[in-house]
């Protein structure tokens, strides 16, 4: 699943944490675990979240652009 791939790329590049991340976004660290381990889908509104946090849009987080 490619969301759950560039989450997690996303993330290391920026140098955040799951849990600082999970900070940003206002979710649990087990949320945004379960996201890049394929387990859960993040909504759009998380993902809206998700991409501001990491400086990049939804459509590049769900593609890998």
């Given at each position: 699943?490619?969301?759950?791939?560039?989450?997690?790329?996303?993330?290391?590049?920026?140098?955040?944490?799951?849990?600082?991340?999970?900070?940003?976004?206002?979710?649990?660290?087990?949320?945004?675990?379960?996201?890049?381990?394929?387990?859960?889908?993040?909504?759009?509104?998380?993902?809206?979240?998700?991409?501001?946090?990491?400086?990049?849009?939804?459509?590049?987080?769900?593609k890998?652009?």
């Amino acid at each position: 699943m490619k969301i759950a791939e560039n989450l997690k790329k996303f993330r290391k590049q920026q140098g955040l944490s799951q849990k600082e991340l999970a900070q940003a976004v206002g979710v649990t660290q087990t949320m945004i675990a379960h996201i890049e381990n394929g387990v859960k889908i993040p909504s759009l509104a998380v993902s809206l979240e998700l991409a501001e946090a990491l400086n990049t849009t939804v459509d590049k987080l769900c593609k890998g652009i």
